[in-house]
């Protein structure tokens, strides 16, 4: 804390980074080439330099505790911030294109880490592009929650191949997600919504909650007030659309 409060990047009264030192473009093209780090494999994943507290040396051990939560595309972090209280013992990413964006996380992270000793320890990010890399990360039906929250909406057809939600990358996200696991989306572009919403209705391994168990599901209500954008879209009166569906077994499992 004390060696951020002569840093002009870092509020003085909370000890936070501010945002506007690490804007960057809303989105970035998910098929361009990005040069940063990728494990070759999910047990290559140094979990040590994530969550220091719950992994004090760079061995992992097969057996210990491994990530549950992934957001895609976390932006500036906001959910998992909110997250990493409500499930403290979970350990969570969130996995960003945009390297300012990604640095900005990563410092927000350890000043939350510093001015509250013993909390945040379970929440870390990556700059990674989700779209190649989810086998990279994540070994088959380890993930237990998948966000996908105010993706670039790609409006012109040409180029909804780049979108985040499609049949093809389902198949990755099925892979990563444990049976029972859950897939949150929401966007404030009906047509994107609506979009998503069927390519998991027509996926074999995908099936939508029911209203009474999006009801009872305290993350659904996170959805729409942690993240910047779901602000954003509330102070300007808009209108959201969510899809939230579940992994299932295949027919012949």
């Known amino acids: ?6 840093n002009h990047t870092f509020s003085k009264s909370t000890g936070l980074p501010r945002k506007r030192f690490y804007r960057a473009r809303a989105h970035s093209n998910p098929l361009s080439d990005s040069h940063f780090p990728v494990p070759l494999s999910p047990c290559e994943v140094d979990y040590s330099s994530h969550y220091p507290q719950f992994y004090p040396s760079s061995d992992n051990d097969g057996s210990a505790k491994k990530i549950e939560f992934a957001d895609i595309g976390c932006g500036f972090g906001g959910l998992l911030i909110s997250l990493s209280t409500l499930f403290p013992e979970t350990l969570m990413i969130g996995m960003e294109l945009r390297d300012k964006v990604t640095e900005y996380v990563k410092e927000r992270i350890l000043a939350l880490r510093s001015t509250n000793p013993g909390q945040y320890q379970n929440v870390s990010v990556v700059r990674t592009n989700s779209m190649k890399y989810i086998p990279n990360y994540f070994e088959k039906g380890q993930l237990s929650k998948m966000f996908f929250l105010f993706p670039d909406p790609h409006f012109k057809e040409k180029n909804h191949r780049r979108r985040v939600i499609s049949s093809y990358l389902l198949d990755e996200y099925a892979y990563a997600l444990k049976i029972g ?3 949150y989306t929401i966007t404030d572009v009906e047509e994107l919504g609506e979009w998503m919403k069927g390519c998991m209705e027509n996926h074999p391994l995908f099936e939508p909650l029911t209203e009474e ?13 942690a993240t910047e954008e779901g602000q954003k879209v509330a102070r300007n009166g808009g209108h959201t659309f969510q899809a939230v569906f579940r992994r299932i077994a295949s027919s012949d499992q």
């Open 1 to 6: 804390m004390l060696e951020n409060q002569g």
């Open 181 to 183: 696991g859950i897939m």
């Open 213 to 225: 168990e999006r009801e009872s599901d305290p993350v659904v209500k996170l959805l729409d007030s």
